[in-house]
């Protein structure tokens, strides 16, 4: 009863630091999102997969690229973390709605 | 562009007490609606979710919500709260094809007093 699971849960980076946050489903969805979880603003969409082999922005894409490597895998990279991407991300997948979620990673930058 | 209002940033309500979370949407056409519960350092679950139909309804946990087009609302409620339902609560819509993002609303916390 995998579902969406995230790696890692935790992490604390410091500025300009690279990192690569993991996400992969067990349940055939073709499609995978990446959002951001703030203080005060809701969940907002970084990037997603509507299908293997695709990937579009979403609403606050700067300083992420993303890489959907399989099927099962959605990868949201930092190339040069800043203090402003401290957050909670969570990963989603879908196959029509609604869309399944992951436990997120709790991301510090200092 | 489709946007949604979650009007109340924190709740408080008794145990025992009726509830109602409102949230008001933005979308051209006949949208999916969902509400989503995220407890403390967890992450989102689905309570309940509309697409078509039937306006109310039912979701898990005792939650229900009914859709009213006229006033672009799919507001959530409780008949009688328990303090396990201490937790963020968030309403999103999607477009009602395929597989699209959602958008979401801020969020209103939900606090409950004994």
């Known amino acids: 009863n995998a579902g969406v699971t995230q790696t890692p849960k935790f992490q604390v980076l410091k500025t300009g630091q690279s990192m690569t946050l993991q996400c992969a489903q067990d349940?055939?969805?073709?499609?995978m999102y990446w959002y951001r979880q703030d203080p005060g603003m809701g969940l907002r969409l970084i990037y997603y997969s509507a299908s293997e082999g695709t990937t579009d922005k979403g609403e606050v894409p700067n300083g992420y690229n993303v890489s959907r490597l399989n099927k099962r895998e959605f990868s949201l990279r930092l190339e040069s973390a800043a203090p402003s991407q401290t957050s909670v991300y969570f990963c989603?997948?879908?196959?029509?709605?609604?869309?399944?979620f992951g436990d997120g990673t709790r991301l510090s930058i200092l | 562009a489709q946007s949604v209002t979650q009007p109340d940033i924190h709740i408080t309500v008794s145990e025992g007490a009726s509830l109602e979370l409102r949230c008001n949407y933005s979308?051209?056409?006949?949208?999916?609606l969902f509400w989503y519960v995220q407890s403390p350092g967890q992450g989102l679950q689905l309570l309940l979710k509309?697409?078509?139909?039937?306006?109310l309804v039912q979701g898990i946990k005792g939650f229900e919500a009914e859709f009213k087009r006229s006033q672009s609302s799919f507001n959530l409620r409780k008949p009688s709260v328990h303090w396990s339902d201490a937790a963020e609560y968030f309403c999103a819509v999607g477009q009602n094809s395929g597989n699209t993002p959602l958008v979401f609303g801020k969020g209103t916390r939900l606090s409950v007093i004994a």
């Open positions: 509309y697409f078509s139909g039937d306006t």
């Open positions: 979308y051209g056409a006949t949208p999916y």
């Open positions: 349940m055939n969805h073709n499609s």
């Open positions: 989603a997948s879908s196959e029509q709605q609604p869309q399944h």
